[in-house]
């Protein structure tokens, strides 16, 4: 199996438009995609080998985090439309994408539910977040 460079691959936000594009947030370093599904516990006084035994249960959609370098005059950062701060601030549902460099996307509808900027001192001015799943996925 051939693995792919991280290189290139985007954050992008939908516009919301029957037609949706997506505009690719500037300045991503990093962007992490995670999602799970419960575990039933279905053991009982009849489980064989007193081993416990598991269904699955709900399957959440996950989050995409992500890491970057801010800047507050860029739009696709600041509190412009579509900006993060602005996504943040209106608690919007918005059409979330990662898009991996041979073309593939993994799109979500999502709230930007958590918001750091940082400034270090020495270092250059950074952001961090997390877009939290607010249903199901797509993979194309």
Sequence with gaps: MASSAAHGTLLKLGD????????TV???RNITYNASTETIDT???DSAS???TKIAGYRDPGSFSFEGLFD???ATH?????GLVDEF???NISNWRMEFVEGSTLTLPGIVTDLTIDGPDGDA????GTITATGVETWA
């Design 16 to 23: 919301g438009a029957t037609a949706e594009s997506f505009t």
């Design 50 to 52: 007193n081993v416990r």
């Design 89 to 91: 601030e209106n608690r």
């Design 43 to 45: 053991s009982n006084h």
């Design 125 to 128: 001015l950074a952001f961090s």
């Design 78 to 82: 600041n509190e412009a439309a579509n």
């Design 72 to 74: 507050p005059a860029n």
């Design 26 to 28: 500037a300045t991503i």
